[in-house]
């Protein structure tokens, strides 16, 4: 069940095409170019106008993304199938960019139409808002800026998916080797840490300058739509109505005050547990008790089979919801070679299904991978039903409570795979220690984002200087002394940087809202669990601070929220 690649284009749709003829070749665009054209040509002088076009136009780019979401995830499930690659190029190439063009052109018909601003703003609110925006950003020489972006970011992959060592007889991909991190042998810790870092420098070159490329390409959208820089472009693009650059300065500061000196205690004590004088960049994961590395699960279908039943046993609705997924294959969650790295939920936009892919391995890790993008997964399912594809979108910051948050509320049903107490204390403990350590890496690379775009035409010399500098503001006590080369680079596995630019203080501002539910749910679990499904079921069809509020968490990530969080943090590690 889990092993086996299953084809999203395999899949059945439910919902039926009023629109789009039902043998549409999507990956053309001569065939999608006339209904295009059709929309563009409707008359949208009255309300019922305008909410029909919206309607075919959902069911139109809901059948186009699905196409270039089913191609990504073909060439990311076999980065070796060279057809996968050139399916998903030239989609990228082809066809994306005139979609774009089109949607432009419709964009502005709508938003100059009588009856725009006559629409409901208690519905079409957060519409209006997200497509008079994408006209004022709007510029044609983007478009194919975007598309080196694309073909880039898929170099980017292709590169990491490739990269393997040689490790106790056998090679290995570099998610396999991240097991090894959490051995108690301290020497084998160390041997697998360097072959990792020895093997990402062979290809930092390569990797430096496909991010310069991109730095240049982004400048210069940036630079065509009006911007001074490129972050505050982003900003617009990234549709961030409800905060800014200065918010996320707050969020840095909050940190830095609260986050980063119980980042370094733990630390502290780590080493103490480990008989340490100073902690090494091998000794993060492992045991600090020098136990075994925690193995809840010994094969795909296992950690399938076992996160069904902590579902079920969380909430009959998303028990099924899972189950439903497993079944129709779904899920692609074995590592294997030529699979790309990390892990995502892709949307089937037309028949309203989650992917889920990953590279589970056996780890500790995997399990809380699963519970994560399964949250994601639910919150698609569960806003399926809302007509309009714009509103099935949910905005990251709040898409990420769904998995960070789910990832806390299934917690109390770790025995599922670790049916001792010292176990479920374990993995709960280095669960929590993760989120400590994840709310000052996104502070890092948040922070280094902003200084790589408010500093054009940096060195590369320069540019290591000041991810060094950043690193060690928000960091912990680990020392990399003989290791500069290797530091400096670092920020190379954060495919973020490279794919989606200022894409990551989401999972800050989340991780506080996933924590703020949490609290709630050991209150009163059923009714934090009636927010989540309730806010979850909203979409992208209310702003930001709206879905927080459904949920009955506060829209906040300031320093004071963040004292809070560490609190909350620090306190529930004292009880593991």
């Not at 220690?433 to 200084?451: E, K, M, N, S």
């Amino acid at each position: 069940m889990a092993e086996k690649f299953v084809d999203p284009a395999e899949l059945p749709c439910e919902y039926a095409r009023r629109f789009l003829p039902k043998d549409l070749p999507i990956g053309e665009w001569e065939a999608l170019a006339p209904l295009f054209e059709d929309l563009e040509k409707r008359s949208l002088l009255s309300r019922r106008d305008v909410e029909q076009a919206l309607l075919d136009l959902s069911e139109l780019l809901s059948a186009v993304e699905e196409e270039g979401a089913i191609r990504y995830i073909r060439m990311t499930c076999d980065t070796t199938n060279p057809g996968y690659e050139k399916a998903y190029l030239a989609f990228v190439e082809n066809v994306a960019p005139k979609v774009e063009e089109a949607l432009h052109r419709l964009r502005l018909r709508f938003t100059q139409s009588p009856a725009w601003k006559d629409l409901p703003s208690e519905r079409y609110l957060v519409l209006q808002r997200k497509w008079e925006n994408a006209v004022r950003l709007f510029r044609e020489e983007n478009i194919p800026l975007k598309v080196e972006e694309e073909k880039l970011g898929q170099r980017y992959q292709k590169l990491f998916g490739a990269m393997t060592v040689e490790f106790e007889g056998r090679t290995h991909t570099l998610q396999q080797m991240a097991k090894y991190l959490e051995e108690p042998d301290r020497r084998l810790r160390e041997r697998a840490w360097e072959l990792i870092a020895e093997r990402r420098l062979q290809d930092k070159d390569e990797i430096e300058g496909i991010f310069e490329e991109l730095l240049v390409l982004r400048e210069k959208r940036a630079k065509n739509a009006g911007f001074a820089n490129f972050r505050d472009y982003a900003f617009h693009e990234r549709e961030r109505f409800d905060y800014g650059p200065r918010e996320c300065e707050e969020f840095h500061k909050g940190v830095e005050e609260a986050v980063v000196p119980l980042l370094r205690l733990l630390h502290k004590e780590r080493a103490k547990r480990l008989g340490l004088k100073k902690l090494r960049p091998w000794d993060l994961l492992v045991d600090p008790e020098g136990r075994p590395p925690l193995r809840p699960f010994a094969n795909p279908e296992d950690l399938v089979q076992g996160a069904g039943e902590i579902f079920r046993r969380l909430d009959h609705r998303l028990g099924e919801l899972f189950g439903r997924m497993a079944a129709l294959g779904l899920l692609d969650v074995a590592n294997r070679p030529g699979k790309a790295p990390g892990g995502y939920q892709s949307t089937l936009t037309e028949r309203r299904l989650p992917f889920i892919f990953m590279n589970a391995v056996g780890r500790d890790q995997d399990l809380w991978t699963l519970l994560h993008e399964s949250g994601h997964a639910f919150h698609t399912l569960l806003c399926r039903d809302e007509p309009l594809h714009m509103y099935r979108d949910p905005p990251t910051e709040f898409a990420e409570v769904a998995s960070m948050g789910m990832e806390l509320l299934a917690s109390p049903f770790l025995d599922v795979f670790y049916p001792s107490d010292e176990e479920r204390k374990r993995s709960l403990e280095e669960h929590l220690y993760g989120i400590v350590r994840l709310l000052a890496w996104v502070a890092t690379i948040d922070a280094f984002q902003h200084w790589l775009y408010t500093h054009p035409g940096h060195s590369r010399a320069e540019r290591h200087r000041a991810w060094v500098e950043i690193f060690r503001r928000f960091g912990g006590l680990e020392d990399w002394t003989g290791y500069e080369e290797v530091l400096e680079h670092e920020w190379h596995r954060q495919l973020h940087l490279f794919l989606a630019p200022f894409y990551y203080i989401e999972y800050g501002i989340a991780q506080l809202g996933a924590l703020a539910l949490w609290q709630r749910s050991l209150e009163d679990r059923a009714q934090a669990l009636e927010g989540y499904i309730c806010a979850l079921s909203l979409g992208g069809s209310r702003p930001l601070p709206e879905l927080f509020s459904a949920a009955g968490l506060p829209f906040e990530f300031g320093p004071k929220s963040l004292s809070r969080a560490a609190q909350t943090l620090y306190q529930a590690l004292m009880q593991t």
